[in-house]
């Protein structure tokens, strides 16, 4: 099973990036698959997940209505838009699949991919 996760870097507040998630070794279309993050000295954290379908989507408050997230099951990716970014966006970002978007927002997933890293600062 491998989840790579890229698009990561250093853009200034207000500004946007688009992080991707490529999956492979397992059949991504069964899965719900999220995102979370982990800041400098904090504990990872939930920020968004999606259904198999595409149908569902749930999103932590701190990113809700400036964060999307986005799935092709075709291509066995996944996607964050994120929009009006803040320093305190700042994290290594990381996706992961799970069996259930419930599970996967109590952040317990069967697999987990490399992070990238997101930095927001002027």
């Known amino acids: 099973v491998q989840l790579v996760a890229s698009g990561g870097g250093l853009v200034q507040p207000g500004g946007s990036l688009r992080l991707s998630c490529a999956a492979s070794g397992f059949t991504f279309r069964n899965y719900a698959m999220g995102w979370f993050r982990q800041a400098p000295g904090e504990e990872r954290e939930f920020v968004t997940t999606i259904d198999w379908s595409g149908g569902h989507t749930y999103y932590a408050d701190s990113v809700k209505g400036r964060f999307t997230i986005s799935r092709d099951n075709a291509k066995n990716t996944m996607f964050l838009r994120m929009n009006s970014l803040k320093p305190e966006d700042t994290a290594v970002y990381y996706c992961?699949?799970?069996?259930?978007?419930?599970?996967?927002?109590?952040?317990?997933?069967?697999?987990w991919g490399k992070g990238t890293q997101v930095t927001v600062s002027s």
């Open positions: 992961a699949a799970g069996v259930s978007v419930m599970t996967m927002r109590v952040s317990s997933a069967s697999y």
